[in-house]
């Protein structure tokens, strides 16, 4: 299969030259977007490697402890896990030289924004292979904020805040992308009692800013408690609050977050949820954040194999925000999941002529993520999936583990977030995907005609 990739790589960079812009001087180019030439490695850092134990916070939470709950009705032999288990800052700094030398430059890292301190007790129970179930989940992810000036304690170590991270990942020559979230804050209702900091968001000095009360969205009342303003009364994912976009201070309070992490060595933000707040609001805040950086870098997710859909986040009019492309991830793993497919299949998800994308080159392209499945191929698939990702149009996105076919298959609450470790990341060197992607991410990073 390793001859038919490359045939197939030749192919993709025949389409690519057919698909670039003239430059002035003759030359071919797909794009002119600087963050176009990175790779990006993607952990979600409390699974990668506990660099620090003394801020796992072992005994948080008391009753509703926080620190390594596993999921009810794992298979022999199987294991999933809704608490913490230790990854941080520290374990991803330790493992720079590691992600550098396989041919990565960037190292997009979840949400760092403090979390609630407890399991949430609300919603449906999380068992093995179940969806949109948080009862007995903790906000190891960081996608639960509640204070989004405040660094999460599980990640810091002593000299080693988010702004030292970031010079220290730049001093191995690698990015941090950080991931955002402006949708939704922690979950808001169903407790039986109302827990500490679910449902509320603190401001930069600790002020409480906004409280869903552990009523339901319809129950909110926004006009008579200002403590509900910052929530829409529709709902939206799970028992999350729904941040209301219509509400200027929400932007204020979002854009000084986020300008704070900038400021503290962010070099590009993945945008959680995009698709679940209107185009405008993204413009106001693209604009924002861009008067300041221009040219700032953001890729969102909208979960969506339309590509028409997904593509209204990267025009101009609509903030010039790029996009994970989900249509390419579906045909990548149709693809290499089956020996013996038709390649030609993914030329119909590149739209190089005449698509929807302002510009295809600067998709953020991957087969692996935290939210499906992992691809579930051999380890040729695998390494034919990268051999194309990293050869073809778009800013390749390999999700940890991946580099070495970890829990392949597995889903959410079935082993896809498990926890990696520093054992798993000094055997994975020299496997047969890991030797191979090293190849393939070492010689993108190298050759500018395959940025």
Known sequence: MRRRVTKLTLLALALACVGHAHAASGDLYGTTEPFASEAIYFVLTDRFVNGDTSNDQRDQGGVNHTFDRPVAGAPEGESDNIGYLGG??????????????????SVWVTPIVDNPDEAFTGGKPVSWGSQWTDLGKTGYHGYWGVNFYQLDEHLPSEGLDFASFTRAMKQQKLDVVLDIVANHGSPSYTMPVEQPKFGKIYGRDGKLLADHQNLPPDKLDPKGNPLHAFYNMRGGLAELSDLNEENPEVLEYLVGAYEQWIDQGAAAFRIDTIGWMPHRFWKSFADRIRAKRPGFFMFGEAFNYDAATIAGHTLPRNGGISVLDFPLRAKLVET??????????????????????????DLVTFYDNHDMARMDASDEGFIDANNWLFTARGIPAIYYGSETGFMRGRAEHQGNRNYYGQARVDAGRGTPIHRNLTRIAQLRRESPALQ
């Open 336 to 361: 290499f999941e089956k020996p013996g497919s038709d390649f030609a299949e993914l030329e119909k998800a590149l739209y190089l002529q005449d698509g929807p994308y302002a510009n295809p080159y």
């Open 88 to 105: 941080d800052f520290k374990g991803v700094v330790d493992n720079a030289a590691y992600i550098r030398d396989m041919g990565f430059t």
